[in-house]
């Protein structure tokens, strides 16, 4: 069963579980010296920062997190608002002992990254963001870009769990977001696919797109994002994604003191898996920088 499943093998991490908040949260890391944070999305968990993980950058302790419900982290007592994800991983923050902390997110993790970085600046150095749209994204360039999401979050917020647990359409959405070459072999598909057949992390999936769909898009058209980023954001994009548009990341449009948008061609959704050596090369980069 899919709940028995163990965390797939990286050589030389650290594992253990932390109660923050309420969650027993699954945390993966390695290397020594200036933390570095990292939210994967989904459908994924930890492995997404797994080259990171083999291979930290000198002078960098990687900690990766399985999001609450996620990967082998336990379920939030919330539906998983984006706000309550970022509160828990405040709190992960201060049970781990991190003082300021650079910040990497790829997909809803960089949803929660924007979130985290416009409550509390303080506590980021910069923040590295892989295919996510930033918060200030124009409604006319939202609007043009929504067929997009309606292409399988409505399926995701309603009948997600049996979607995930009892059909192949994981392992067929890896296969077609992918645009980079060796980077999902079966094995690495089996790792992420398999884990979303346990009910609480279907479930976690579900709850992710519900809340977004029912409560977090229409709190957004009333109450726009006015907050400005203080800390420097670099964006990494795919630009072959099918899923979410690079002009929803657009520099012109961001509201930030330090923004920049750099796009990948060639490469899709997936940034972080496709392309290692890119996100590992600007995280190196933001550290010198900021």
Known sequence: MASDQDPPVIPGVRRSFVEARGVRFHVTEAGEGEPVLALHGWPQHHYVYRDLLGNPPVGMRVIAPDLPGYGWSGAAGHRWAKDDVASDLFALMDA????????????????????????????????????????????????????????????????????????????????????????FDPETIAIFADRFKDPVVARTARDTYRTFLLREVPASIRNPERRRASVPVRALFGKDDAAVHYSLAAAETAKADDYTLELVEGCGHFVVDERPDLVRSRLIALAAAS
């Open 96 to 183: 781990l002992g991190l003082g300021r902390t650079l910040l990497v997110g790829h997909d809803w993790g960089g949803f929660v990254g924007f979130r985290m970085i416009l409550r509390e600046p303080e506590r980021f150095r910069g923040y590295l963001v892989c295919n996510m749209a930033h918060p200030w994204s124009p409604a006319g360039v939202v609007a043009r870009q929504f067929w997009r999401l309606l292409a399988y979050q409505p399926l995701m917020a309603t009948v997600g769990v049996p979607l995930q647990q009892r059909t192949r359409f994981l392992e067929a959405l890896f296969g077609a977001a992918a645009k980079g070459e060796g980077r």
